[in-house]
């Protein structure tokens, strides 16, 4: 099929062509763009190749037309989308459109979005959300962000979505909504799911296990308690009266909105104590079974158990011979510290089994959740650490990819200091390079460098632009590098934005801590090729050679003085003219010195380790030396971001209670503490 019409045809003589959807919304966003380039005489070719996959497109200029040929409406308007894009980029130059010819290079392209209502964890880290997420317009704006990156997966997390969705037929004690508040309720739904769709975009809803709904618990003498307060761990309950009702609520979500794509269920959190065949059947029994009661079949999001029975899970989806639509099986890539070595290392529930893809799985893909818990203050886009991963993990078995965090809802913005002029009304628009690297990457990894940078030089012309991607790429390995080195673990077990864990607070549920210097000797690492510094100064001090392939502490910290290095010489170039570049400017510092820091940390703690395992008094002396450099740096830090962040709550941030407000400067206290450490070759006092 093919069509040609003018830019400024009218819509709806295009929507009677080629039907409202995909097509539609591209060929719009094309035309406003034309419109904004004075381009009136401009016609635009659309044409459908069933022979090439669904997504894939060409784009081609010649004699004022614009042609795009797609395998289907959603190649057609990425194709769109694509000529848009270039001539916003390239000032509305017609003959400055490059041709391009794309495929997907995997199905599954999604971002992970945890919900503020029946949240996973409902403390302050969701509530200035509420009313954000309930917003059309919000969603709007998003997926037109997922669209124009090519994200083609929208996937949405809480514990309990069902009565927030319907009023349970058998079950109507469950839905707590009056008639009118529910209509408002699925008024929302249906209109984001269709604003999904029209964007070639698929909705799913995803939930964990054996929770009720509060007013389901209430009505039936108190049956799953926890479900009451939203409790999300700790022993769970269930029995036929809770699966019965969770097996109704999954088939009456699937009728009820045909535009939703798929479900998915997590098998962790209430059920970490149940036996895993029996928490597997459990999926069986109830979710998969309601899934076959309903009147069409959906696609199933499958969350690899935390305690890694792959074998068991396994068994389990490859029973369900009878399903057509497509299985995922989700992993949590190196637990929740995605971003971090490019081998996957670790999982949620620990150690890594190959069972879920050898031999390769019959009936369902993996995909890798690439979770975000280390940069939730600063930017960050790295396009070659996505590239280099996606070819490290790309393998047949894999479908795709999701990217998000726990408790960073990308909606309400309040890190940023809003006495100072911003350009973005949401959170997830200041970290646009995040978005752009990940979606655009995962369709085609081939996709230049140029793509991101060209975004800089709209923004702040030629000179500003590149230089500052230079400094951005560069500084974007920071948390790359501290995340491989420093093994993380659940969700706030380590974040690297601020070099404090969990893992080493007394108190591991409520605070976390700065990592101080004996820490550093300690903690693990995640990346195998490195070793920590006690091994090390054990292997040094007894003669013997780090092994073929290993990496020194000391070359770790090379490598971020490096990063360091570049990243604030090239930085410092760049100019700001008080506005927007200034936050961008004051990131790009702030992981630089953050390089810095770490490298100065890891000399130290290497010399300090050295002066109790050989006691030469020189090692402490350098030791001493080094952290007060490393002070010197991390209130330069402090004084970068003082002027651009706000002291936020931690809870909104990262879910901890303390310390109560976050930002670098709480923390020169820690830092100071470091250097009496090395002076006088004390343990550890916990400040926080």
Known sequence: MKTVIAAFVLTVVFQAILMAGPTEYGHRKLAEQLALCGMNDVGISVEKNTG???????????????????????????????????LRLNGGKLEAISPVSESPRFPFRAVKFNLPWSAYRDHAVVHPHMETCRDLKFWEAYLDMMAANRFNRLTLWNLHPFPY??????????????????????????????????????????????FVSPEFSKAHGNIAEYSQS???????????????????????????????DGIGISL????????????EQWILDVVVDGMRKANRQVEFIHRAPFTSHAEITREG?????????????????NASHGHSAVKLAATHGGHVNTAYWDPPPKNYKMTWMMRNEDFVMLRWGQPQFIRDHISENGQDYVGGYYVGSETLIPAVEYRQKKDRRMNWKYAFERDWLFYKTWGRLLFNPETPDQVFADEYVRKYGKKEGEQLFKAVDEAGKTPLLICSYLKGGNDPSLTAEHLISTQVAKDKTTGSVFIDVNQFIDFPVLDPDFINIKDYVRLISEGRTLPEGKVSPLEVAD?????????????????????????????????????????????AATALEKYRVMNESKFQAESV???????????ELSAVTDPVYNEVESAKLIW?????????????????????IARGNIQTRHLH
């Not at 190649?75 to 769109?80: D, H, K, P, R």
Request: charged residues 25%; glycine residues 6%.
């Open 625 to 635: 030396k080094l952290l007060e450099d490393a002070l010197t740096v991390w209130k």
């Open 559 to 603: 490598r971020a003085m490096a990063i360091a290095s570049n990243s604030l010489m090239w930085v410092s170039a760049v100019q700001s003219d008080g506005g927007d570049i200034e936050f961008e400017i004051a990131d790009v510092k702030a992981w630089g010195l953050l390089a810095k820091y770490f490298a100065l940390k890891i000399q």
């Open 230 to 260: 939203l409790s999300f761990y700790g022993k769970g309950e269930h029995n036929e009266l809770i699966n019965q009702y969770n097996r109704e609520c999954v088939t009456q979500l699937i009728n009820e909105y045909p535009d939703l």
């Open 165 to 210: 969705m319907f009023r349970p037929t058998n079950y109507p004690e469950a839905c707590g909504l009056n008639d009118a508040e529910l209509a408002e309720w699925q008024t929302f739904w249906r209109g984001l799911f269709k604003m999904a769709h029209e964007r070639g975009i698929k909705t799913y809803m995803i939930w964990w296990n054996i």
């Open 656 to 676: 901890i209670e303390k310390p109560k407000l976050l930002s670098w400067t709480a923390f020169i206290g820690d830092a100071e503490y470091d250097v009496e």
């Open 317 to 333: 989806i490859e029973s369900m011979t009878d399903w057509k639509k497509p299985i995922w099986v989700e992993l949590k890539f």
């Open 268 to 279: 962790g959190e209430r059920m970490l104590h149940i036996d895993e065949k029996e928490r």
């Open 52 to 86: 090439v996959e669904e997504e894939s497109f060409q784009l081609a200029v010649s004699n004022k037309l614009i042609r795009v040929i797609g395998g289907g409406d959603a190649g057609i308007m990425y194709g769109l989308l694509e000529a848009a894009e270039q």
